[in-house]
């Protein structure tokens, strides 16, 4: 049997607000007290960028934060509505 390639890592430190550590925290206690094992912050972050990278979403159609996070609402309205 051939060995899956694992893919090279690079940590990168992220600072939060403590709202959204409690956020990422409160996944793991309720993925974990739900039957199923903890999902930790890294794995949660990993699988939001999985799901926004899904998304498609042309760079040209941003220039701030804000105009990111209006733009990724949308498109979650969007897939939320097929």
């Given amino acids: 049997m ?3 390639k ?3 890592m690079h ?3 992220v600072d939060l607000p403590r709202a959204d550590v409690e956020f990422l925290d409160r996944i793991a206690f309720d ?3 739900s ?3 903890a999902i930790t912050r890294t794995a949660t972050i990993r699988a939001a960028l999985q799901a926004f990278r899904e998304l498609d979403l042309p760079a040209e159609a ?3 934060s804000q105009d990111l996070l209006q733009v ?3 498109a979650l309205r969007q897939e939320g509505g097929k």
Wanted: no cysteine.
């Fill in 2 to 4: 051939e060995k899956a």
């Fill in 62 to 64: 941003f220039s701030s």
């Fill in 6 to 8: 694992k893919t090279a």
């Fill in 72 to 74: 990724v609402g949308e």
């Fill in 31 to 33: 993925s974990k007290f």
């Fill in 35 to 37: 039957g199923g094992k």
């Fill in 11 to 13: 940590r990168i430190p």
